[in-house]
Every structure is written in C-alpha cells, then in structure tokens.
C-alpha cells in the first residue's frame, strides 16, 4: 500500500540554522512527490514538487528537495532557516495517475529558536 | 495565480443544523476538487473526490448523506454536513485541480467548524 512517513514529529532548530526534513514513500511507480508547509490555521501552501527529471528540485522561500529513488526519499532542505519557517511541513505522494489523489504523511512541526 | 478560496473560514453551530462549506478556484477552472478534513495536530484525511457535473467520490468510511458534496461548476464546490453533531467539529480544507496541471492541487485556507 502507497504511505508516506515522516519520521520527525518535531523538530527544533536556532534561526539561521539548516535545516533538514525527512519524508519517506513507498509506492510502487514513480511518484509525484510534494512537499506543503501550514501554518496555524491555515491551509496549506505548496512548496515545491517533482514529476521527473533533475532529481534536486527548487521551490518558494528557499527551500529546495531531493528526490532519490534508491533510498525512496524526499527531503526538504533550507541551508538558513528564518523565524517566520516556523510551521508544519507535510510530504505528501501523488498517487492514481491522473487522478492525483495525494497520501500525506502525518507532519513535521517545525519550531524556530531566535 | 492558483489561488483556491473558502467560505466561510469560521463557522459556529448548534448540534442537529447543516452547515455549507464553500470551495472556489478563483483564477483557474478545477476540473477536481477535493475535501479533507484535519484533526487537531493530525495530517489530513481525503474525504472525498469530485468532478464537475459528476457525483462524488467518497473514501471508505465517509458518510455520503452526511457530508454532502456539489461540484456544480467549474469554480465551484460545495461541502454541506447534514445534522452536525460535536464530533463533527474539525478543521475541513478543500483543494482544486486545474485541467493545465493535473498533478498538482492547490489548497484553499481551511474552515474550522465547531458543532455545539
């Protein structure tokens, strides 16, 4: 069955610090792979994504991702974390084909320390 | 661009009353939208899948005369919960899927619901 873990539930990190999250899929084809960042009460807000090709992907506010398939992996990096990162950060794969239901995993919370 | 609005964000009711969940793709037509809901420090959980001018499809445990779902345009999705009990309170975020990039969704800002 297609899952996403996030191993992280909670991660604390000093500003301007990196920064690293860890997501984990398993699914049988090549996923779509995303990453989606919520602050409180908010929706979410996507960050970047891979489909194919470069396996190092660029997203908004600095983040960036890398996708290897030997590992089954998707993590976010930011090499200098700002206070207003603080958030939850979902992976999520795409499953379905053209369907695009997506399967989240359950989160990271990230806390910034000044 | 991809900019997905909901209506209202906030919403307070009596237990036994419906409530309607607005979902709008404000500059692109959704041809998907979608509803999750989230529990208190909890990922998201599909509902349900809709296509304009088709009915909905629920995940398995949802209750489809509970969670009522219209996708009657392009722009438009409706989530209305029939008799709203307190445990039907939650945070209920819906997303939209456009025929140019139909991998990807993009996610309105979320409606709290608290049932009393």
């Known amino acids: 069955a297609q899952s996403v873990t996030q191993p992280d539930i909670h991660i604390t990190v000093s500003e301007g610090a990196s920064l690293e999250l860890r997501c984990n899929y398993s699914y049988g084809a090549t996923p779509y792979l995303f990453w989606y960042v919520q602050s409180p009460g908010q929706g979410l807000q996507l960050l970047l994504k891979?489909?194919?090709?470069?396996?190092l992907v660029q997203g908004i506010k600095g983040f960036e991702a890398e996708f290897k398939r030997s590992q089954s992996s998707f993590n976010l990096r930011k090499p200098s974390v700002h206070w207003s990162d603080a958030a939850e950060y979902f992976c999520?794969?795409?499953?379905?084909?053209?369907?695009?239901?997506?399967?989240f995993g359950k989160g990271t919370k990230l806390s910034v320390k000044p | 661009g991809a900019v997905v609005s909901q209506h209202p964000s906030w919403v307070i009711c009596k237990s036994g009353t419906s409530v309607k969940i607005e979902c709008r793709s404000l500059d692109f037509q959704a041809t998907t939208m979608f509803w999750y809901r989230q529990f208190p420090k909890q990922s998201l959980m599909l509902m349900a899948t809709?296509?304009?001018?088709?009915?909905?499809?629920?995940e398995q445990g949802v209750e489809k005369d509970k969670f009522l779902i219209n996708h009657a345009s392009l722009t438009l999705s409706t989530l209305t919960v029939t008799s709203a009990h307190p445990e039907d309170s939650s945070f209920y975020i819906c997303s939209a899927r456009g025929l140019a990039n139909q991998e990807t969704q993009y996610f309105g800002p979320g409606t709290r619901l608290l049932v009393l």
């Open positions: 891979y489909f194919s090709g470069d396996t």
């Open positions: 999520a794969v795409g499953v379905g084909g053209s369907q695009g239901n997506l399967i």
């Open positions: 809709s296509n304009e001018g088709s009915k909905a499809t629920y």
